[in-house]
Every structure is written in C-alpha cells, then in structure tokens.
C-alpha cells in the first residue's frame, strides 16, 4: 500500500473509530471485527490504533469520563493533590470505572492549557485552575 493510501484509510479508520466511540460509548469487539475485515487489516492493527489515541476505549465508560492531566505544567501546579482527592472521592484509579458506570477516571498527558494548571476535563467540558474542593464540587454536579 502507497503512503497516499495509507494515509486515506488511517484518516478513514479514525472518522470510523469516532463514530463507533460516540455510538457504544466505546469500540466493542464485533466492531473491531467488521473495521478488520472492511480494511483488510488484522485486528492487531485496529487495537493499534485504538490504543494509540486515549478517546477510544474497549469496555464501556462511565457516564462522566474524569480526566486529570498530570504532565509537568499542572504537575507543578499541584495537580497530584487533586488527583487524590478525586481518586479518594470516586474511590477509583486511573483507567478504571465506578461499578453504578457512572464515572471513569484517567490521568492524561497534557490537555493543552498548560499556563492555566490544574486541569480536569468532563467529558469534553475543560475546568483550568482548579483545586481539590472545585474538583469534588464538580464531580458532586455530576451527582
Ligand atoms: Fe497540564 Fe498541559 S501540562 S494542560
């Protein structure tokens, strides 16, 4: 296969990937299937890429999916107090799930708004400059 080709039936396997993710909440196995077999691509390569980017998942999510970025900038910024707080409130570890499914926690790379750390994201909603109390004050919202 060309690069050119390559490159079309990655950008069409992610649009695919996106709308499976936004259908299920996640990319179940029979999914994975049917994009191995329309792009004729073991099913190594689709995990592949699903492992790649961290907005897919392979089980079920949680309502809420928490996301708290714990590079350098929010890092410094005390973001690990956060962290705490919210794995102690959720009573979870990142990449996990409550057992009600309502929230997913993950501990990310980078959100992007590095100047203005920390940073959580819910679902696509971005909080900056946040602290433990604004974290459990949002997550109490999702309640
Ligand atoms: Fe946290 Fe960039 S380091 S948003």
Do not use: W
């Amino acid at each position: 296969m060309n690069k050119e080709k390559s490159l079309f039936y990655q950008d069409s396997l992610l649009e695919k990937l996106h709308e499976i993710q936004s259908t299920y909440g996640y990319v179940p196995e029979a999914e994975i299937e049917n994009l191995a077999e329309k792009y004729q691509l073991p099913r190594a390569n689709i995990y592949g890429v699903i492992s790649f980017y961290s907005m897919f998942y392979t089980e079920p999510t949680g309502k809420y999916i928490i996301r708290i970025c714990d590079s350098i900038s929010c890092h410094l910024n005390e973001s690990e107090s956060v962290l705490k707080a919210v794995k102690s409130f959720l009573d979870l570890e990142s990449h996990q799930t409550t057992e009600d499914k309502k929230f997913t926690l993950e501990v990310v790379e980078c959100l992007g708004h590095c100047g203005e750390g920390p940073v959580m994201m819910v679902n696509n909603k971005m909080y900056t400059k946040i602290n433990k109390n604004k974290a459990l004050e949002i997550l109490n919202d999702c309640i």
